[in-house]
């Protein structure tokens, strides 16, 4: 019997790490740490007074204290420093309550409000988080302060997961589906935005009757922005809009949002995975100053 | 800060609302014990202000830990809204 090979994960995406080469350890201050356990990745961000100083991004592992501890490892790799010189730790997430080093939790909602602050910018009022398994939409004041937020955890309509169904049932690498997504040559009616199972259904009836992999996707994909437009609007959206996580490094959604919204949003040179992070960091900052832990 | 507490799914748009500006004048917090199913707690939110909100356990079934409070027919009394002098609290559905 001929062996088919191994089948590809094409709901894998790059995991990394990232040290800032210019900024000065031994000059700062306050060294603060953020660890972000999601459902489906983990963030591990170390700053310097306030500057982002190294950072990891990798995909959660079953068990939750683990994959904080291996994401922060990873983040600290190489630099030198050990969990013991970062004066405060803040944990958050789904998994927040299950970082064994960190100082304290505090929620995803008021860290990616926080995060986004830092890498969008003060400017930035409405932030729409999509997680691995969840949804946020969060208003905020031009202190990164949320004024308003929703969140939807029930359902993987909306989410990474739901992509990530998408990819592996066309075939197509999480980090092309959005650009694919966009070559179609007219915008197809969306499939069911009610439900990913209900959607998946629909889309191997697609695929049966003859649709491009492209089509399928680009209906999948305005769905999607159709179900979180619809979470935000309960919440109202103000300018300037930004959006964090994976989803953020769609371009078939962002677009579709874009367009459902009227409005476009920010963009940014971070990476978005890493805005709750960012802002549990920024938290741990705050807190070590209101403490006196300074070195 | 407005807190929405809840969930979207095939069926609708279930949430709780809590204007915690609001709920942090309140010192007595009554709507903690007026709720039958054990719905609010008290909790010290992000900002360290104290305020009322969806214990965890209910915020996926929020829809069901209500019920007993709103009746298919009948006459419909939502005893959190009744309990809280601050108007504090609303209902998505």
């Known amino acids: 019997m001929a062996e088919t090979g191994a089948k590809k994960e094409f709901w894998r995406w790059k995991e990394y790490n990232w040290k800032n080469p210019d900024l000065d350890l031994s000059a700062g201050k306050i060294i603060s740490g953020g660890v972000d356990v999601g459902s489906v990745s983990s963030q591990a961000v170390v700053m310097v007074d306030g500057e982002l100083f190294c950072y990891s991004n990798m995909r959660t592992g079953s068990d939750s204290p683990t994959s904080a501890q291996r994401a922060f490892d990873w983040a600290i790799e190489g630099t030198g420093l050990t969990v013991a010189d970062i004066q405060y730790i803040v944990g958050t997430g789904y998994g927040r309550i299950n970082v064994p080093f960190a100082h304290k939790a505090i929620t995803e909602i008021a860290c990616h409000a926080r995060g986004a602050n830092y890498i969008y910018g003060p400017s930035v009022r409405t932030v729409l988080d999509m997680g691995g398994q969840d949804c946020k939409a969060i208003r905020c004041d031009d202190k990164g302060k949320v004024t308003t937020f929703l969140m939807n955890d029930k359902c993987a309509a909306g989410t990474g997961r739901g992509m990530e169904v998408f990819a592996d049932l066309l075939g197509v690498s999480i980090e092309d589906v959005g650009e694919l997504s966009l070559t179609v040559e007219e915008e197809p009616e969306p499939v069911s935005s009610t439900c990913v199972v209900f959607a998946k259904t629909e889309a191997t009836g697609l695929l049966r009757a003859g649709w491009p992999r492209e089509k399928v996707l680009a209906a999948y994909c305005s769905a999607m922005a159709h179900r979180v437009v619809t979470l935000l609007e309960r919440i109202g959206v103000e300018k300037e809009f930004a959006i964090t996580g994976g989803i953020a490094k769609n371009a078939g959604v962002v677009r579709r949002i874009e367009q459902e919204l009227g409005i476009s949003a920010l963009t940014t040179s971070y990476d978005t995975q890493i805005a709750g992070a960012v802002g549990a960091a920024l938290f741990g900052r705050a807190l070590a100053q209101k403490e006196g832990k300074q070195r | ?93």
């Open chain 2, 1 to 93: 800060m407005i807190a929405n507490y809840g969930y979207k799914d095939g069926s609708g748009d279930y949430f709780i609302s809590i204007n915690t500006d609001m709920c942090v004048e309140c010192t007595q917090k009554p709507c903690q014990a007026a709720c039958p199913a054990g719905v609010l707690e008290i909790i010290a939110d992000d900002y360290d202000d104290l305020v009322a909100a969806v214990r965890e356990e209910h915020r996926k079934k929020i829809k069901y830990s209500c019920a007993q409070c709103k009746p298919v027919a009948g006459e419909r009394s939502l005893v959190c809204l009744d309990a809280c002098s601050f108007k504090a609290i609303s209902h998505s559905w």
